[in-house]
Structures are given as C-alpha cells and as structure tokens.
C-alpha cells in the first residue's frame, strides 16, 4: 500500500511535502472562585491565562513560504529562543 502526502493548503502539491508542528499563543478565559464584594453579594472572578495552542500541518514548499512570509514581521521583532522544556507530571 503507498500512501502520498499532500500539502494541506493545496491537495493538488504532493511533491517535497513535509510535516511542520507550530504553535499559536492566545489568551484563556478562566473563572475562579466566587468573591465577596462589599455589599454581600458574590461574584465569579475571571482572569485571562496566557495559553498555547499546538498545531501540525504538511506543506509543499508554495505554501511554507506563505507562512513563513505571514510570519516576518512577528519573527522580525522577536528574540529566537530555546524550545520550552516539556514539564514533568510527579506521581502522588
């Protein structure tokens, strides 16, 4: 059995197509316990959580320029780093 990879954007490319993760920041609304107010009344607090979002998708080499071209001004103004370390779950 063969299987072919396609570009996600463009089904037609199958040639030179490869797997890419990216991740997307974004912002989670999260609601917290309630709290008193001065009145006596309780109202839910919410807080806005920093949060990412891990995407894959393949792409032929039209459609990596694109995102690589959507994303200049973003990775012109930004500091290359180190990948974030995966954090590890301890055992109760």
């Known amino acids: 059995?063969?299987?072919?990879?396609?570009?996600?954007?463009?089904?037609?490319?199958?040639?030179?197509?490869?797997?890419?993760?990216f991740a997307v920041p974004g912002m989670e609304v999260r609601v917290g316990a309630a709290k008193d107010d001065e009145d006596g009344s309780s109202e839910f607090e919410t807080r806005l959580i920093p949060s990412v979002q891990y995407y894959?998708?393949?792409?032929g080499p039209d459609s990596l320029n694109k995102l690589h071209d959507a994303l200049k001004p973003f990775i012109a103004a930004a500091q290359e780093c180190e990948p974030p370390k995966s954090r590890k779950i301890r055992g109760k």
Request: glycine share 4%; proline share 4%.
């Open 1 to 21: 059995m063969k299987v072919e990879s396609y570009d996600d954007l463009d089904p037609t490319v199958t040639g030179d197509v490869h797997l890419h993760t």
């Open 56 to 59: 894959q998708i393949e792409l």
